[in-house]
């Protein structure tokens, strides 16, 4: 498994600490150092097999900072990192999960107040010792202390892009040890939620403990948490992975009850009852002719169980897609044949939401049109971030800038063998209003709005102003939430798409794991009032453009048939909609 994304993690929470201590610019550095890596298409681990040298071929990794990346590698951690943990024991992700806490903060009450974990940080906001300190405030205690209720609820929640790696890098493992045979990711993650409380593998077979061996001594496994005869738990980079091992003749109906929801399966098993059936893990068996139905798991005759849509086919039903298995009215569409005609990964042919080292990004234009290419889109829309609310440090363009990196856009569409739209992502303000001018969004081919400020409270008219605005396309990211971190806008996504669908504009959902913004119950709303949704990674370097695929199955958890996908269509077909 590649490594980067460990080892960047470790750099970054150095470079917190170093922030906390007041370290003035040095934690920029190593926070520099920790993106290049990430992004890196090297494999960070067999740079370091070279020694510092090979580290240091990479962009802003200088020569103290590759040693620490050796040392990293080899030994999982590095010395001055475990020496800061010592010397100032806070617990900083944890803290910094907070909306508005960041290292600094962290810093700042630790110091005043020994403010050490979640806890500490709640009964000091409580007892009102916060707003004492100097720089806080009564507003910032009351922040803080809704921060940390629903930083406590998302705890122990992983994101879904966390967790999926881990899930198929699982099931490779399985797949390649001969007493397996068949393999299925469950529960939420087979479902594409946002976020996974574990990640659930079903295998198939007749020899379980040989399967369940090779699992507690599977390489990527960091702690075996329990094991059983047919089941066991590990841990595997920061994720707990659960491996259960059933009877092949049995894997159909434990992977339609292991993969979800709870609210679903309970649904599934009335719907079966009303038609005399019983439905388990072991099978559907038709009870009908029985007197007493406790008498055990398996009883009456079994009619399925081998295989999962068996299960749904016992009962009349069509199979019914994974991201559709929430208790939304799934079974009764079933039933009557309107199951939707989900689009299917595959079909997203381009991506409008793209930024460059103009504003945020990493590369430049022609650069992250090339990667498009290669990622094999059709077309790609650049997107830069615009000046205006919420854009902090610089990184907007105001329109003199935008107008420059127009020219050069379409210098590079001239030469590029994909459609490149010119775009924006421009801010949508608090009072509604966009954050470039009007000429210059006219000449745009594509203008993605998003709100980046003041994200609590109701944001519906805000965004109804926004996608009425005559040369808004996409609303990105409507919401503004970041998942585990902060709620976003409270929206009614209702009037928002209705007030899309009469304008044309698209919603986004968003794919980068951590906003999945709009999500899957939204998405079914936007699409039933009619609007068009538009799915984009919001990519600042190339990677990240297969993000795609979380949007697609966001996207899919909120029953979006292919027509209802800006993205999937042609370039000709986008070009129609944005005109
Ligand atoms: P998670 O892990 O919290 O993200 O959510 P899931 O859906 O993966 O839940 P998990 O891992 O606790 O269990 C996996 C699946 O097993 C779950 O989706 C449905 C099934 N299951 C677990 N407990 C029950 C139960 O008490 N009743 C029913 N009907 N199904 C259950
Ligand atoms: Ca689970
Ligand atoms: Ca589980
Ligand atoms: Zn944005």
């Not at 992004?39 to 040298?53: K, Q």
């Not at 980068?512 to 999500?519: S, T």
Request: glycine fraction near 10%; proline fraction near 4%.
């Amino acid at each position: 498994m590649r490594r980067n994304a460990e080892i960047a993690s470790l750099l970054e929470a150095y470079a917190d600490r170093l922030e906390a201590q007041g370290v003035d610019y040095k934690h920029r550095t190593y926070r520099r150092a920790a993106e290049s890596i990430r992004d890196a298409p090297e494999d960070v681990a067999d740079l370091a097999a070279e020694g510092p040298e090979g580290v240091q071929r990479l962009d802003d990794v200088g020569e103290s900072i590759s040693k620490k990346v050796v040392e990293a590698v080899e030994t999982g951690t590095f010395e001055q990192l475990e020496d800061s943990r010592e010397e100032f024991p806070v617990e900083m992700a944890e803290l910094t999960s907070v909306e508005g806490v960041g290292p600094k903060t962290v810093g700042d009450l630790y110091r005043a107040l020994d403010v050490r974990d979640l806890d500490d940080l709640e009964r000091a906001a409580r007892e009102g010792e916060i707003r004492a300190v100097s720089g806080f405030g009564e507003k910032t205690e009351r922040n803080i202390l809704d921060g940390v209720e629903f930083a406590r609820q998302s705890q122990g929640r992983q994101l879904l892009g966390d967790a999926r790696p881990v899930g198929e890098a699982a099931l490779a493992f399985f797949e390649a040890i001969p007493e397996a045979g068949r393999c299925e990711l469950a529960g939420s993650l087979r479902r594409w939620k946002p976020t996974i409380g574990d990640v659930d593998v079903l295998v198939g077979s007749d020899d379980r403990e040989a399967v369940v061996d090779a699992f507690t001594d599977w390489a990527e496994a960091d702690e075996v948490i329990e094991a059983g005869s047919d089941k066991a738990s590990v841990r595997s980079n920061g994720q707990r992975v659960d491996l259960r091992v059933v009877a092949p003749q049995e894997f159909g109906s434990a992977l339609q009850y292991f993969s979800g929801s709870k609210a679903h399966n309970i649904r599934f098993r009335n719907y079966a009852i009303e038609r005399g059936y019983k439905v388990n893990e072991y099978g559907i068996f038709d009870v009908s002719e029985l007197e007493d139905l406790d008498s055990g798991q398996r009883v009456g005759e079994r009619v399925a169980g081998e295989t999962e849509d068996g299960m749904y086919e016992a009962l009349d039903l069509p199979p019914i897609p994974p991201e559709l298995r929430e208790d939304r009215g799934e079974i009764d569409a079933a039933a009557s044949g309107d199951l939707p005609d989900l689009l299917a990964p595959g079909e997203v042919r381009g991506d409008l939401h793209v930024h460059t080292d103009w504003s945020d990004g990493t590369l430049s234009v022609e650069e992250m049109v090339a990667a498009a290419a290669e990622f094999g889109h059709e077309f790609v829309c650049i997107a830069d971030h615009a000046t205006g609310p919420g854009m902090v440090g610089g990184v907007g363009l105001d329109d003199e800038a935008l107008r420059e990196q127009l020219t050069e856009i379409r210098a590079v569409a001239d030469d590029a063998d994909i459609e490149v739209f010119a775009g924006v992502e421009a801010n949508v303000a608090a009072d509604g209003t966009v954050s470039v001018g009007d000429d210059l969004l006219a000449d745009l081919d594509c203008v993605v709005a998003s709100p980046h400020s003041g994200l609590d409270g109701d944001g519906t008219d805000r965004l109804v102003a926004a996608v009425e605005h005559p040369e808004v396309d996409v609303l990105g990211h409507p919401s503004g939430r970041l998942i585990n971190q902060r709620a976003g806008l409270e929206l009614d996504v209702e009037a928002v798409a209705r007030a899309a669908a009469d304008h044309g504009t698209a919603l986004e959902v968003n794919s980068n794991p951590h906003r999945l913004d709009l999500w899957g119950s939204a998405v079914k709303q936007a699409v039933e009032a009619g609007a068009t949704v538009a799915i984009d990674t919001d990519a600042h370097a190339p990677p990240e453009y297969g993000n795609v695929r979380y949007g697609v199955h966001t996207a899919r958890r909120g029953w979006a048939e292919t027509d209802d996908v800006l993205n999937a269509r042609d370039a000709a077909g986008v070009r129609a909609f944005l005109d």
